[in-house]
Nanobody, 125 residues
Framework: QVQLVESGGGLVQAGGSLKLSCAAS?????????VGWFRQAPGKERDFVAG????????VYADSVKGRFTISRERLKNTAYLEMNSLKAEDTAVYYC?????????????????WGLGTQVTVSS
């Protein structure tokens, strides 16, 4: 089993920045799992934001965040990050990190086996 815990959410003004963290525990080998960040606004579906491959470090972004958000990971700390810049009101949502034993990145929620409980990001306009 893998446990994921997100942190770093909060309230920020439009144009500001936040950096989310996703700390994994339970299995050392999850360093090579694919990791995805998703978000869910009230009344909406959970949408893919960004992902990083388990091997090779390739990244994928949703068009809505490309150029503003950066996903990364620090294997020694078993932690993934989502750095968010130039935040907009429409970025407001609960942000979830997810991981799976697969090495590639996919955008569908069903691909990921492990999920955190989420962290709230609120961007005021």
């Amino acid at each position: 089993q893998v446990q994921l815990v997100e942190s770093g959410g909060g309230l920020v003004q439009a144009g500001g920045s936040l950096k989310l963290s996703c700390a994994a525990s339970g299995r050392a080998s999850c360093n090579f799992y694919a990791v995805g960040w998703f978000r869910q606004a009230p009344g909406k579906e959970r949408d893919f934001v960004a992902g990083i491959a388990g091997i090779g470090g390739g990244t994928v972004y949703a068009d809505s965040v490309k150029g503003r958000f950066t996903i990364s990971r620090e294997r020694l700390k078993n932690t993934a990050y989502l750095e968010m810049n130039s935040l907009k009101a429409e970025d407001t949502a609960v942000y979830y990190c997810a991981a799976t034993k697969g090495t590639t990145v996919r955008r569908d929620t069903s691909y990921y086996s492990y999920w955190g409980l989420g962290t709230q990001v609120t961007v005021s306009s």
